[in-house]
Structure formats: C-alpha cells, structure tokens
C-alpha cells in the first residue's frame, strides 16, 4: 500500500543531543514537508522541499536541518540548538503544482526531552 | 500570501444534533481548500476537498463543506454527530502562489452523550 511511514513513533532527547526523525514516502510525491504541532497553535511549517536535492525554510526553521537526498526521503535533525523541542512532528507528501490534490501525512512522532 | 482562521478553538454538542466547525480564509489566487480530521496522537485523515468545481462538497462520514467565495469561508457540518466524531479538526489552503499545505490552528469538537 501506498503512503508515508515515519519513524520511530516516540523518541527521547536528552539535553545537548541532535537527534534524526525518518519520513520516507513511496507515492511517487515530489514535494515533502515538516510540520511541528503544539496545543492550540495548529501546524507550522519547519522545512519543505519541491525537489531532490532543493529545500526551503518554513515559518519556523531555526534549530532544525533537512536533506533530501532520494525522492522517497525527507529526514529532519533536530538540534541543540532548538531549545524547546517537545512536539508532535508531523511529515507530508503531495504532488508538486497540483492544487487540486491533497497531501498525505504520516502518524507522527512525538519527540520528548528529558 | 494565504492564510487559513478557524473561528472557535473548541466546539461542543451533543450526540445527534447538528456540527458546525467554521473556517475563513484569506489568499490573492483562486484556492483549494480542505478539511482534514486527526484524532489523538495520530496523523491527518482528509475528510473533504473543495478544488474550483462543485461549491458543496462531500466527504466522508457524512460530513460536507460549503465554498462561499463572498464570504471567504468554507464551514464544515454535519448533521448529526457521533461520539467517535470527537477529535481535531483542520481547516487547510493551497492556492497557486505557494502551493504549500498552510493550516489553520485547529478546532477541537467534543461531543456529549
């Protein structure tokens, strides 16, 4: 079956640690996107990307990195240097300049410093 | 630029009466608008899409959005809620100047026996 696999589903980090989140997605999608949700605030946009080897900066970048190196994958580091990373992390795929398409989305990760 | 407000943070009814969860939306270009529905600590489910054709769309589990254009808005309802209707519902925009998913922040819906 088609869709978007993210792992793990829960991670832990300690203070200081960079850690990885995996997306990886096998419907063909050009474009790929990072969401963070937290209570009350919806999801905002931390990187996406449009094509291979292309990302772009979303509304709230800082602290984190992406590459996008293979079609099917969009891992995103979370550093030290995003000082509150608690969250839900949510991955999408869509097709690139079709609007009237939606994205798919992943069942998460939620990330938890200890 | 486009963004997406959801008018009411937190909805609540009771099990069989009518649902109505409202979303403005502001953007320079002809949108697509969608609703998707996630319930807790799992992605998003969409439930309806409009894209430029019929103004009234279906969805699934009996849900259905208007498109008013006058009114920039694109309230999703439904008839009669269920229990298992109760979780987070988003309202989302894409329009042919970013083409990027923008959310609105999310109406939580409660529903009573």
């Known amino acids: 079956d088609g869709g978007i696999t993210q792992s793990p589903k829960y991670l832990f980090r300690k203070e200081g640690q960079n850690v990885t989140l995996s997306c990886e997605q096998n419907l063909n999608h050009d474009a790929m996107y990072w969401y963070r949700q937290d209570p009350g605030q919806g999801l905002r946009l931390i990187y996406y990307?449009?094509?291979?080897?292309?990302?772009q900066k979303g509304d709230i970048a800082e602290g984190y990195s992406v590459s996008r190196e293979k079609k099917e994958s969009f891992p995103l580091t979370v550093t030290s240097a995003q000082k509150n990373p608690t969250a839900f992390y949510l991955c999408a795929s869509s097709r690139q300049g079709a609007l009237d398409t939606e994205a798919f989305f992943g069942q998460g990760t939620r990330l938890t410093v200890v | 630029a486009q963004s997406v407000t959801q008018l009411d943070s937190h909805v609540s009814v009771s099990e069989g009466t009518p649902v109505l969860l409202r979303c403005n939306y502001s953007s320079s270009y002809s949108p697509s608008l969608f609703w998707y529905v996630q319930h807790p600590n799992k992605g998003l489910q969409l439930l309806l899409k409009?894209?430029?054709?019929?103004?009234l769309v279906k969805g699934i589990n009996g849900f259905e959005a208007e498109f008013k254009k006058s009114e920039t808005s694109f309230h999703l309802t439904k008839p009669s809620a269920h229990m298992s209707d109760a979780a987070e519902y988003f309202c989302?925009?894409?329009?042919?100047?970013?083409?990027?998913?923008?959310f609105g922040r999310g109406t939580s819906l409660i529903v009573h026996p």
């Open positions: 989302v925009v894409r329009t042919g100047g970013s083409y990027i998913p923008t």
């Open positions: 990307s449009q094509i291979v080897n292309d990302f």
């Open positions: 409009y894209t430029s054709a019929a103004t």
